[in-house]
């Protein structure tokens, strides 16, 4: 049986609502203070910006696997999600948010850098060889504004059409909606697809302008699935610890959280072995550089780092979640929820702070260096759990009129 909207077994708890104002304080003031110890680690202007745009990736990509999650359910008529898309809806909200973020960048790009995070921005850089020529038709600052703003309009024009029709079917119970928003999910893949791999080579890969790898979108596509479940399987859980979505969300609902989990972390480790494995087969000097910064001389900086995403990242979690048992149990998945979360952020920061500073080395680019990405990324998931907690507060946590809502409350797995 159902229940209505206002039901407060349905809502966020009253003691978050509490915590949405020093966790947006406390972030802006975190991600301030790692900019500022980031100006003082040996890459100084550098090895802020990245520490930056690390944390900011690293929220991003959360938000943008929810948006595929939601976009995906209503194309595919699922009914077992119905119960648990609305937290999927809650992150994806989130985007705005992250839009708002990346302002600092861009205004950084159009005006002050100098090739302090993009070196295809600093002067003379299209004329040092023919290729940096070609590359700089397309990587420059115009460019750059143009691909960010048609980017996070698309994800803005995608969120807010979703959301807000979910949410008027819980006041309405207009089923139309259904349909509405079914049939704008296929145009809105396409727009998803094209839209995040744009961003992930002008944001993310153009931070080494000579290198390319066709598969770069994916592997950013494939970590932001991984870390949106990640999210998802804690933060119910953290809900349900509370009383929230008790009855609504059960150990079959998890089981199917936990089998998206485990096939995302299996897709990631595919994507970035193929990434890998067809760079070092060809051996081409302008697509092995990229990897050549991420490797070392014998087990240590960068190298070390990489070896641990193949052991930490792929193999411990993919044992942690492949038996069926551990899946179906909500504790396990949400600590190992929380741990992938971590690893995600290891990936970016893989991904993007080498391009920091090569010339030393430095994984953590020194104490200060060390203190800026960690105080860089607490503070942005701070931001982006109070923006979470504010979207939440006052609205069902359930699709609460979803015409599917019955069957994803009698959902078996088989």
């Known amino acids: 049986m159902t229940k209505e909207p206002n039901d407060r077994t349905l809502q966020l708890p009253e003691s978050l609502s509490g915590i949405q104002l020093p966790l947006l304080a406390g972030g802006g003031i975190a991600v301030l203070v790692g900019v500022i110890a980031g100006l003082m680690s040996p890459n100084g202007v550098s090895h802020s910006l990245h520490a930056y745009l690390t944390a900011f990736t690293f929220c991003l990509t959360i938000s943008l696997g929810a948006m595929f999650f939601v976009i995906i359910q209503h194309l595919s008529r699922a009914g077992w999600s119905a119960s648990v898309r609305r937290v999927a809806e809650i992150i994806m909200a989130v985007i705005p948010l992250m839009a708002i973020l990346f302002l600092p960048i861009v205004v950084y790009v159009l005006f002050f850098d100098h090739g302090a995070l993009y070196p295809w921005n600093a002067e003379g850089w299209g004329e040092l060889t023919p290729a940096n020529h070609e590359k700089a038709k397309i990587l420059n600052p115009v460019a750059y504004l143009i691909t960010s703003v048609v980017v996070l309009a698309v994800w803005t024009v995608i969120v807010r059409y979703f959301w807000t029709n979910s949410c008027k079917q819980d006041e309405t119970g207009d089923i139309a909606l259904t349909a509405k928003m079914q049939r704008w999910s296929g145009p809105a893949t396409f ?7 744009a961003a992930a080579f002008v944001w993310i890969m153009s931070l080494d302008p000579l290198w390319f790898s066709t598969m770069f979108g994916v592997y950013l596509f494939a970590g932001s699935m991984v870390s949106f479940f990640a999210l998802m399987c804690s933060s119910i859980y953290f809900l349900q610890q509370r009383g929230v979505l008790v009855d609504e969300i059960n150990e079959e609902h998890f089981h199917d959280l936990g089998k ?8 990631w480790a595919y994507i970035a072995f193929s990434q890998y494995m067809l760079i070092w087969y060809a051996n081409i000097p302008e697509e092995t550089i ?8 014998g087990l240590e900086g960068w190298s ?14 993919f044992f942690a979640v492949m038996s069926r048992h551990m899946r179906r149990w909500p504790k396990w ?7 992938i979360l971590a690893m995600h952020y290891v990936d970016m920061y893989w991904v993007i702070m080498p391009e920091a500073g090569h010339e030393n080395h430095l994984v953590f680019g020194g104490a200060m260096g060390l203190i800026s990405s960690l105080l860089c ?3 942005m998931f701070a931001l982006f759990v109070g923006v979470m907690l504010r979207i939440g507060s006052g609205i069902p946590l ?17």
């Open 260 to 267: 998206y989990t485990f096939g995302f972390i299996v897709f």
């Open 398 to 414: 359930v699709a609460a009129k979803d015409p599917r809502l019955p069957q994803a409350l009698q959902f078996e797995n088989i």
């Open 191 to 197: 727009g998803f697809a094209l839209s995040v791999s």
């Open 304 to 317: 070390l780092v990489s070896l641990s995403l193949v052991l930490m990242h792929w193999l411990i979690p």
């Open 333 to 339: 998945m949400a600590c190992w929820g929380v741990y």
């Open 377 to 379: 990324v607490a503070g």
């Open 290 to 297: 990229w990897f050549l910064h991420r490797q070392g001389d």
